[in-house]
Nanobody
């Protein structure tokens, strides 16, 4: 049974930092695109960052330069380091995994949430001003 389990959410003041982790089990983790999504109250879920099996990363414009996604394949762990947090970063953050690819060369990870097969339960991040 595939499982993704997040940890590390919490509350922080604006300008602070948090680190989220996602531990995966029961699938060939190293071959998968791994992504962090977030959903704020009343808003659609959006992809924050994604990392492919080769370690290539893509970030949403709103978090570029502030968030860093990384993966440790031997440990089946995905990490999101969030710095200089803003109140608008407040959301439930979820990790997601899928083996599918897109793009002209078939190597790019998907950006849309509905293309991801496996999801964690989510962890709340609250940033106060």
């Amino acid at each position: 049974q595939v499982q993704l389990r997040e940890s590390g959410g919490g509350s922080v003041q604006a300008g602070g930092s948090l680190s989220l982790s996602c531990t995966a089990s029961a699938f060939t983790y190293a071959h998968y695109c791994m992504a962090w999504f977030r959903q704020a109250l009343g808003k659609e879920r959006e992809q924050v960052a994604v990392i492919d099996s080769d370690g290539r990363t893509t970030y949403a414009d709103s978090v570029k330069g502030r968030f860093t996604i990384s993966r440790d394949n031997p440990k089946n762990t995905l990490t999101l380091v969030m710095e200089n947090l803003k109140p608008e970063d407040t959301a439930t953050y979820s990790c997601a995994a899928d083996s599918s690819r897109t793009g002209s060369d078939g190597t790019s990870c998907y950006r849309r949430d509905f293309m991801y097969s496996y999801w964690g339960q989510g962890t709340q991040v609250t940033v106060s001003s």
